[in-house]
């Protein structure tokens, strides 16, 4: 197994050529991203249109128009964006682990929990959670953790 995780300027030159290329690999090789919120994607919203990825870990926060702020009207729309334009990949729901973690986009834990993710978990391609960063993250996951 091969996982290979392309990120900014290499994928948004490359990407589509890349993903293509790698899909016609006789070993299975997953292809991941990490794009910012806005759909699509100016950095990788082309390699991603190839419907290629596997792992699609979208950057929820330090993006005013689709990040948590005071309501999750809008991160829920961009959500059902990405999901329902990436049908074959699992996407990940990325937010900060704390407020320190980011500039903006922080949804607190209960919030998270009671308002966020029964929403975006009803979606079939729903892959999980990703925290930035590990460094930040004290209590976040162990809170998230039982409702991921």
């Not at 006789?26 to 991941?32: A, E, G, M, P, R």
């Not at 699609?56 to 990405?82: A, H, M, R, T």
């Amino acid at each position: 197994m091969v996982l290979i995780l392309i990120l900014g300027e290499a994928l948004h030159r490359t990407g589509t050529k890349l993903a293509k290329t790698l899909s016609g690999f006789n070993q299975k090789v997953y292809l991941s991203a990490a794009p910012q919120c806005p759909y699509p994607d100016a950095w990788v919203g082309g390699a991603l249109s190839t419907g290629l990825f596997d792992y699609i870990w979208v950057q929820f926060y330090n993006n005013n128009p689709c990040e948590y702020s005071g309501n999750g009207d809008s991160l829920k729309n961009s959500w059902n964006q990405w999901t329902s334009n990436q049908p074959s990949s699992q996407v990940f729901l990325g937010l900060p682990a704390s407020p320190e973690a980011a500039g903006s986009g922080y949804i607190a834990p209960d919030v998270l929990n009671s308002q966020i993710l029964p929403s975006i978990k009803t979606t079939s391609n729903y892959g999980g959670v990703m925290l930035w960063s590990r460094y930040y993250d004290k209590d976040y996951s162990s809170a998230i953790k039982p409702n991921v």
